[in-house]
T-cell receptor, first 110, second 114 residues
Framework: DAKTTQPTSMDCAEGRAANLPCNHSTISGNEYVYWYRQIHSQGPQYIIHGLKNNETNEMASLIITEDRKSSTLILPHATLRDTAVYYCIVKVGNFNKFYFGSGTKLNVKP | NAGVTQTPKFQVLKTGQSMTLQCAQDMNHEYMSWYRQDPGMGLRLIHYSVGAGITDQGEVPNGYNVSRSTTEDFPLRLLSAAPSQTSVYFC?????????????FGEGSRLTVL
């Protein structure tokens, strides 16, 4: 009953942009897309979220396709500290359930 | 401002024992939730609450009980621990105002059931 699909792992060179894709083809019109990351075994950390428009904050940019069936998280200048598992999440059903998939393990290499 | 606080950080149980994982938040958040994370896996929702006196099930509720008597606290109870419940447990809270908004996570409680 997966609501999002992400690649298992990706590599990125330090200083380059990391582009992490996510498919969410069953997303409903009022459901937000959220991105979190988890470094080692720490609690997940919020990165960004969006509904329809592209969003940018101090950590990342979020690009959502016009049909809203997929999105891309962009880390503009990846550093070694960005090595983590990145989760793309959409709420399922009602507003209050946030389901995490397996995420993408991003390896930033020197 | 401590955010979300979980206790204990580590616990070892024997099969059949009971225990309670504590979660407290000081942000006046209406929404609180519990997740478990097995090795190499993503997080799975166990139970959640949208306010005092209101709880509901997530993906994997079996074997766990919750209650919400105050806004601040959301304890997770294991009535009869099983080895399959060996996992890392995360508590998260969220303000209820906007439809958007972020989940704030605790540091996790690592449970081993022998």
């Amino acid at each position: 009953d997966a609501k999002t699909t992400q690649p298992t792992s990706m590599d990125c060179a330090e200083g380059r942009a990391a582009n992490l894709p996510c498919n969410h083809s069953t997303i409903s019109g009022n459901e937000y897309v959220y991105w979190y990351r988890q470094i080692h075994s720490q609690g997940p950390q919020y990165i960004i979220h969006g509904l329809k428009n592209n969003e940018t904050n101090e950590m990342a940019s979020l690009i959502i396709t016009e049909d809203r069936k997929s999105s891309t998280l962009i880390l503009p200048h990846a550093t070694l500290r960005d090595t983590a598992v990145y989760y793309c999440i959409v709420k399922v059903g009602n507003f209050n359930k946030f389901y995490f998939g397996s995420g993408t393990k991003l390896n930033v290499k020197p | 401002n401590a955010g979300v606080t979980q206790t204990p950080k580590f616990q070892v149980l024997k099969t059949g024992q009971s225990m309670t994982l504590q979660c407290a938040q000081d942000m006046n958040h209406e929404y609180m939730s519990w997740y478990r994370q097995d090795p190499g896996m993503g997080l799975r929702l166990i139970h959640y609450s949208v306010g005092a006196g209101i709880t509901d099930q997530g993906e994997v509720p079996n074997g766990y009980n919750v209650s919400r008597s105050t806004t601040e606290d959301f304890p997770l109870r294991l009535l009869s621990a099983a080895p399959s419940q060996t996992s890392v447990y995360f508590c998260a809270s969220k303000g209820q105002g906007a439809i958007g908004g972020e989940l704030f996570f605790g540091e996790g409680s690592r449970l081993t059931v022998l």
